[in-house]
């Protein structure tokens, strides 16, 4: 039995629909609006997401390109 961590759906989805993206569409098109004096939890774990989406093969990630890779 294959045990993984738990992976960003909402942000692997985002990935999906859009097959390839560099990391500032990605930002622009997943992360909300910042607002002043506001440390929102999604743009905190944003990098270490991505990070675990591509150690699960779920994405690959070169230079500032994202490709999704399965489903």
């Known amino acids: 039995m294959r045990v993984t961590k738990p992976c960003n759906l909402s942000l692997l989805n985002t990935i999906s629909e859009s097959k390839e993206i560099t990391y500032e569409e990605l930002k622009i098109k997943y992360l909300p609006p910042k607002q002043k004096g ?4 999604v743009a905190v774990m944003f990098d270490s997401d991505l990070k675990d989406l591509e150690s699960e093969g779920y994405i690959s990630i070169d230079n500032d390109v994202i490709r999704f890779i399965k489903r």
């Open 38 to 41: 506001i440390i929102q939890g």
